[in-house]
C-alpha cells in the first residue's frame, strides 16, 4: 500500500495493518490492553507509512467532553434546521451540548478550519450532515485525529465511520411509480446540487422508474437546483416555459417543490388539476403551501436523534476504554405522504 501526494492518515494505517482506527489510536496512546502482535502490525504500517499523529488535536479529542459539533455546508435550510432540532432534543436529553458550525469556504482550507475549531473548543465527536458526509478532505482529516464522528446519509461509506441514512433511491423509485400508476408519461425533475449525495440518488430512482416502464426521459425535461427556493423557482419557469411541457414536476427537495407552485401559479396553472407536483422531505413548508405538498417523508429527527444516540455510545466506549463497537450503519424508514398535489393528467 502506498500513499502518494498527501500526509498517511490514521485510516490508512489501519487499513495497512489490517486493524481498525480505534486500535491504531490505541496503540499509539500506548494502552496495555493491546496485543503485542497487533502493536507490532500499527507500529510497522506506522514506520512503513511514515505517519504523523495530530497529535494537539488528538489530545483534544482524546479528553472527557460533552460537546459535540454539529457541521454542515450549503444544504436545505429545511433539512438542516430539522436535524438540528433532533440533535438539539437528543443531546438535551443526553446531557450533552451541542455546538453547530458551517463549513462554506473552499474545502482545501476545511482541514484548517476543522483544526481550529477543536482547538477553541474540547469536541468529543462530529456530526456530518450530506454534503460534508462525503467530502474526502474533512474525512481524511477526522480520521487522522481519532474523534468520534457519526455521517448522515453519506454516498460513500468509506473511513470505517458509522452512519444513519433512509434509502433516498428507493424513495425516490417509489414516489415516481406513484406518478406514473396515476397516468403521467411526461415526468420531469429538477435535481440538487452536485455535491450532494441525496441529488445522485434520488435522481437515480427517479430514472431507474421510468426505466422500468419504459417511459422516456427528455433531456429538457430536466433542470438543475440548488435545493434553494429561489433555483427551484428558475428551474421551473424553465420547465413551464415549453411548448411540450411535463404534466408532473418531481421536485429533488421540498424548497424547490413549494417554489414550483408559484411558477405554476404564476403561468396561470392549476396544481393538480393541469400540473402535479411532488417534493422530498416533508419539511415544514410542505403545509405551509396550498395545496399542501405530496412528498416523501424523509424521517430527519429520527436521523439526528439516532446519529447522537450512536455518537454519545462511541465517545462513552472511547472514554471508559469499554470494547469498542463496530461502525453502526442504520436505516430507517421512510413514508409516502399523498397530500394535494397529484391528480391523474386526464383529469387536466
Same mark, same amino acid.
Given at each position: 500500500?502506498?500513499?502518494?501526494?498527501?500526509?498517511?492518515?490514521?485510516?490508512?494505517?489501519?487499513?495497512?495493518?489490517?486493524?481498525?482506527?480505534?486500535?491504531?489510536? &490505541?496503540?499509539?496512546?500506548?494502552?496495555?490492553?493491546?496485543?503485542?502482535?497487533?502493536?507490532?502490525?500499527?507500529?510497522?504500517?506506522?514506520?512503513?507509512?511514515?505517519?504523523?499523529?495530530? =497529535?494537539?488535536? &488528538?489530545?483534544?479529542?482524546?479528553?472527557?467532553?460533552?460537546?459535540?459539533?454539529?457541521?454542515?455546508?450549503?444544504?436545505?435550510?429545511?433539512?438542516?434546521?430539522?436535524?438540528?432540532?433532533?440533535?438539539?432534543?437528543?443531546?438535551?436529553?443526553?446531557?450533552?451540548?451541542?455546538?453547530?458550525?458551517?463549513?462554506?469556504?473552499?474545502?482545501?482550507?476545511?482541514?484548517?478550519?476543522?483544526?481550529?475549531?477543536?482547538? &477553541?473548543?474540547?469536541?468529543?465527536?462530529?456530526?456530518?450532515?450530506?454534503?460534508?458526509?462525503?467530502?474526502?478532505?474533512?474525512?481524511?482529516?477526522?480520521?487522522?485525529?481519532?474523534?468520534?464522528?457519526?455521517?448522515?446519509?453519506?454516498?460513500?461509506?468509506?473511513?470505517?465511520?458509522?452512519?444513519?441514512?433512509?434509502?433516498?433511491?428507493?424513495?425516490?423509485?417509489?414516489?415516481? %411509480?406513484?406518478?406514473?400508476?396515476?397516468?403521467?408519461?411526461?415526468?420531469?425533475?429538477?435535481?440538487?446540487?452536485?455535491?450532494?449525495?441525496?441529488?445522485?440518488?434520488?435522481?437515480?430512482?427517479?430514472?431507474?422508474?421510468? %426505466?422500468?416502464?419504459?417511459?422516456?426521459?427528455?433531456?429538457?425535461?430536466?433542470?438543475?437546483?440548488?435545493?434553494?427556493?429561489?433555483?427551484?423557482?428558475?428551474?421551473?419557469?424553465?420547465?413551464?416555459?415549453?411548448? $411540450?411541457?411535463?404534466?408532473?414536476?418531481?421536485?429533488?427537495?421540498? $424548497?424547490?417543490?413549494?417554489?414550483?407552485?408559484?411558477?405554476?401559479?404564476?403561468?396561470?396553472?392549476?396544481?393538480?388539476?393541469?400540473?402535479?407536483?411532488?417534493?422530498?422531505?416533508?419539511?415544514?413548508?410542505?403545509?405551509?403551501?396550498?395545496?399542501?405538498?405530496?412528498?416523501?417523508?424523509?424521517?430527519?429527527?429520527?436521523?439526528?436523534?439516532?446519529?447522537?444516540?450512536?455518537?454519545?455510545?462511541?465517545?462513552?466506549?472511547?472514554?471508559?476504554?469499554?470494547?469498542?463497537?463496530?461502525?453502526?450503519?442504520?436505516?430507517? $424508514?421512510?413514508?409516502?405522504? =399523498?397530500?394535494?398535489?397529484?391528480?391523474?393528467?386526464?383529469? =387536466?
Amino acid at each position: 500500500m502506498a500513499v502518494k501526494n498527501r500526509n498517511a492518515t490514521m485510516q490508512d494505517v489501519a487499513a495497512l495493518a489490517g486493524v481498525s482506527m480505534m486500535t491504531v489510536s &490505541r496503540v499509539l496512546a500506548d494502552e496495555r490492553k493491546v496485543r503485542q502482535v497487533t502493536q507490532d502490525k500499527v507500529q510497522a504500517a506506522i514506520l512503513q507509512l511514515n505517519y504523523k499523529p495530530n =497529535m494537539s488535536a &488528538r489530545s483534544l479529542a482524546s479528553s472527557r467532553s460533552r460537546l459535540l459539533a454539529f457541521l454542515y455546508q450549503n444544504s436545505s435550510e429545511g433539512y438542516v434546521g430539522q436535524l438540528l432540532i433532533g440533535a438539539l432534543k437528543q443531546c438535551q436529553a443526553c446531557g450533552y451540548n451541542l455546538v453547530v458550525g458551517s463549513l462554506d469556504g473552499k474545502e482545501e482550507d476545511f482541514a484548517k478550519v476543522l483544526n481550529g475549531l477543536l482547538e &477553541r473548543n474540547n469536541i468529543g465527536g462530529i456530526i456530518l450532515p450530506p454534503p460534508l458526509s462525503d467530502s474526502t478532505t474533512v474525512l481524511d482529516f477526522l480520521a487522522s485525529i481519532d474523534i468520534p464522528v457519526i455521517k448522515i446519509s453519506p454516498q460513500k461509506t468509506q473511513h470505517g465511520f458509522s452512519y444513519v441514512c433512509m434509502d433516498e433511491s428507493k424513495a425516490a423509485f417509489e414516489m415516481t %411509480e406513484y406518478l406514473i400508476k396515476q397516468g403521467h408519461t411526461k415526468i420531469a425533475f429538477i435535481k440538487g446540487p452536485a455535491d450532494h449525495s441525496g441529488s445522485h440518488l434520488r435522481y437515480q430512482g427517479f430514472v431507474k422508474a421510468l %426505466e422500468k416502464h419504459g417511459l422516456a426521459l427528455p433531456e429538457n425535461y430536466i433542470e438543475k437546483g440548488l435545493f434553494t427556493y429561489r433555483s427551484g423557482f428558475e428551474a421551473a419557469e424553465i420547465l413551464l416555459a415549453q411548448k $411540450d411541457r411535463p404534466t408532473a414536476i418531481f421536485s429533488c427537495n421540498d $424548497d424547490m417543490a413549494a417554489a414550483t407552485l408559484s411558477v405554476a401559479q404564476k403561468c396561470n396553472l392549476s396544481v393538480p388539476d393541469q400540473l402535479s407536483v411532488v417534493g422530498f422531505d416533508d419539511a415544514a413548508i410542505a403545509t405551509s403551501i396550498w395545496p399542501p405538498l405530496t412528498t416523501v417523508r424523509q424521517p430527519i429527527l429520527s436521523m439526528a436523534e439516532k446519529a447522537i444516540d450512536i455518537l454519545i455510545r462511541q465517545l462513552e466506549a472511547k472514554n471508559t476504554e469499554a470494547d469498542e463497537e463496530m461502525p453502526q450503519k442504520n436505516v430507517l $424508514d421512510f413514508d409516502l405522504v =399523498m397530500r394535494g398535489t397529484v391528480l391523474p393528467p386526464s383529469a =387536466m
